[in-house]
């Protein structure tokens, strides 16, 4: 998938682009041990680095992602429950209160 990736950006396809990003399963790409352990080597780095920020930003897109997929699992558009919405709002929330405490409440050391 990530040569598919690859030679789409390389071409300028993005058409081709958009609809390998959306084939993805996020549950799944989560999963994946290799992912895992680039994304623990990046907070890493992040965290030594004292790049809190990058850190949260770097959290916040697949944090976000996942809420999504996990959100909107198993409905359709006609038949969405009011709980998922609830909690996706809720997880939404929490999301983008701790980048604007980060962002904005902590400031610059």
Do not use: H
């Not at 071409?11 to 290799?34: C, H, Q, W």
């Not at 790049?51 to 558009?77: D, H, I, R, W, Y």
């Amino acid at each position: 998938m990530l040569s598919e990736i690859v030679s789409a950006i390389i071409d300028l396809d993005f058409r081709g682009l958009n609809e390998i990003l959306a084939s993805i399963d996020m549950l799944t790409v989560i999963k994946n041990p290799y992912f895992i352990g680039f994304m623990v080597c990046c907070c890493i780095i992040f965290i030594i680095r004292g790049m809190e920020k990058a850190l949260v930003t770097f959290l916040s897109a697949p944090a976000f992602l996942l809420l999504f997929q996990m959100t909107v699992e198993g409905t359709n558009a006609l038949d969405f429950e009011a709980d998922k919405l609830l909690v996706f709002c809720l997880g939404f929330v929490l999301i983008a209160g701790v980048n604007i405490y980060v962002y904005f409440v902590r400031g610059d050391k």
